[in-house]
Every structure is written in structure tokens, then in C-alpha cells.
């Protein structure tokens, strides 16, 4: 099946720092990339959708200059938390859309970000 | 914006039990996509059972079947013969089948049913 793939699982910075979150479509080109995020015991929340070679869409309330997204190929995008802050700890996930498969998603494994 | 509404923050069922999750949505499509997924310890999502609105079949998936109400908005999952890996939380999801200009064909989450199995 189709295996969507995410480094670093896990990473812990200072505040004001920035850092980069890989998502990777593995054997299969995404047209269509999703952002998550998810805190402790709540669901998932859409940030942004990002389509290969265009911006990336973010929901209302999401500051696109903090979490910057770049799609840059069919089978990556990059999510960007810059000048992180201890509120933005939270459990990152992004999900991949096959390219003519449109229904079904594939999830990554998630990436934990700490900020201290 | 279509809304998910899991009621059941938490259910508890013996092994080799049958439980059942429920879920309803709230839309004006007639034609979307329905999801069950699973989200483990591991907090790696899986795919339980997709479900589309025009089909009036319910899915199923080995020991896991859905029962879809189109009239009634309702979209509940049976896990039958319960087995202790099957403890996790579980999202039902939305997914329009038009790409709107925001959110192209991301999934509208509901808030999560945590099972727990018991020996």
C-alpha cells in the first residue's frame, strides 16, 4: 500500500528557533498534501493544503507566515514552524492524496514538536 | 462547513464483543466520502472503512461494517469479535466530492471515540 513517511518523529528546540518537517510520499506521486495538527486527546485539525508548484491554502487562523509550506515535488512538501514558541508544541501530521486515487488519503506517522 | 459529531468520548467493550461507534454529519452534498479511521498509541492513523454516499451498500471490512444512513446523516461503525489491538481512538471523517477552493478534498474530522478492550 501507500507509505507517506515524516522526519524528524520527533524534535525538541528553543523558543525563537525554526524548524523544517519533511513529508514524504514514498511510492507515490501526491497531487495534494494536507497539514495537521493534533494536541493531546483532541482530533485532527486541517492547517493548510498544499498542491505541487502552487501556495499552499491555510485554514482561517493559521498564520501562513509562521507555518510556511512548500510543495516542491509530487512526493514532498515541507512544513516550517518558524520562530517556534512553547504554544506551538503540539503533534504534527500531514496526509498525502494519490494522484488519480482522489478519495482516499495517506496518513504520515506523525511528527511531535516541543518547544521549550 | 460540514460538522462531525462523534458522541461517545469513550465506549469499552469485552474481547470478542461486538461494539458500535456512532457518528453523524451534517451536510448539504449529496455526494461526499465517509472514513472511519483508527488511531492507535502509536498516534499513526489507519484506514478502517471508506464508504461513499451515492453507494447504498453498507462497507465492510472483514470484522469491521458500517452502517450508513443517508437520510438520517448517520454513519456508525460495528467492530465485531473485538480483539485487544483493536483498543485505539477512532475518527469518523467527511470528505466533500467537489474540491472546494480552501480546503481542496481534506478530511473534516470528528472529535475522536476512544474503545477500550477488555480482556
Known amino acids: 500500500g501507500a507509505v507517506v513517511s515524516q522526519h524528524p518523529s520527533w524534535v525538541i528546540c528553543k523558543s525563537g528557533t525554526s524548524v523544517k518537517i519533511e513529508c514524504r510520499s514514498l511510492?507515490?506521486?501526491?497531487?495534494?498534501m494536507f497539514w495537521y495538527r493534533q494536541f493531546p486527546k483532541q482530533s485532527l485539525m486541517l492547517m493548510a493544503t498544499?498542491?505541487?508548484?502552487?501556495?499552499?491554502?491555510?485554514e482561517q487562523g493559521v498564520e501562513k507566515d509562521k507555518f510556511l509550506i512548500n510543495h516542491a515535488s509530487l512526493t514532498l512538501s515541507t512544513l516550517t514552524v518558524t520562530s517556534a514558541h512553547p504554544e506551538d508544541s503540539s503533534f504534527y501530521i500531514c496526509?498525502?492524496?494519490?494522484?488519480?486515487?482522489?478519495?482516499?488519503?495517506?496518513f504520515g506517522p506523525g511528527t511531535r514538536l516541543l518547544v521549550l | 462547513a460540514q460538522t462531525v459529531t462523534q458522541s461517545q468520548p469513550e465506549m469499552s467493550v469485552q474481547e470478542a464483543e461486538t461494539v458500535t461507534l456512532s457518528c453523524t454529519y451534517d451536510?448539504?452534498?449529496?455526494?461526499?466520502?465517509l472514513f472511519w479511521y483508527k488511531q492507535p498509541p502509536s498516534r499513526q492513523m489507519i484506514l478502517v472503512i471508506r464508504?461513499?454516499?451515492?453507494?447504498?451498500q453498507n462497507a465492510t471490512e472483514n470484522r469491521f461494517s458500517v452502517n450508513f444512513q443517508k437520510a438520517a446523516k448517520s454513519f456508525s461503525l460495528k467492530i465485531s469479535d473485538s480483539q485487544l489491538g483493536d483498543a485505539a481512538m477512532y475518527f469518523c471523517?467527511?470528505?466533500?466530492?467537489?474540491?472546494?477552493?480552501?480546503?481542496?478534498?481534506?478530511?473534516?474530522f470528528g472529535k475522536g471515540t476512544s474503545l477500550l478492550v477488555t480482556p
Open positions: 511510492d507515490f506521486q501526491a497531487t495534494t
Open positions: 451536510t448539504s452534498e449529496s455526494d461526499y466520502y
Open positions: 498544499s498542491n505541487e508548484g502552487s501556495k499552499a491554502t491555510y
Open positions: 471523517a467527511y470528505r466533500s466530492e467537489r474540491s472546494n477552493s480552501n480546503s481542496g478534498y481534506a478530511l473534516n
Open positions: 496526509s498525502a492524496r494519490e494522484r488519480g486515487q482522489g478519495e482516499t488519503q495517506y
Open positions: 464508504q461513499e454516499a451515492y453507494k447504498q
